[in-house]
């Protein structure tokens, strides 16, 4: 994990629901390293296919640049042809700014 990854984690898909759009499913899984981790996540199931049991990788980074430098407002479509990023070694990628996020109480945040 580089400076610019926050979290990175494994998980396994638990459940999917796809009633509330078109073409978008809400994935939820559980961490392959701790049960007491859990995540919900809108995925674009027409691009990136998911069932249950699937295992997915999830990494949380302040910045798709390699070398951890800020981004400087770009998008990440904005990145120089022949550039390498973070998103060159995932099949999907998901930039922006977090909706929501849920904060636990204890040991679980």
Not at 22 to 49: C, H, K, M, Q, W
Not at 95 to 107: A, L, M, T, V
């Amino acid at each position: 994990m580089t400076d610019s990854q926050l979290f990175e984690d494994t998980f396994t898909v638990t459940s999917l629901s796809s009633s509330k759009y078109d073409r978008v499913s809400r994935i939820f899984g559980t961490s392959s390293s701790s049960a007491d981790t859990s995540f919900t996540l809108d995925v674009n199931t027409e691009l990136y296919p998911c069932s249950v049991g699937d295992t997915v990788q999830v990494v949380l980074a302040s910045t798709l640049a390699l070398d951890g430098s800020k981004d400087d407002g770009k998008g990440w479509r904005e990145v120089g042809r022949g550039e390498a990023s973070l998103a060159d070694l995932f099949d999907y990628v998901c930039h922006g700014k977090i909706y929501r996020f849920e904060e636990g109480e204890g040991e679980n945040m």
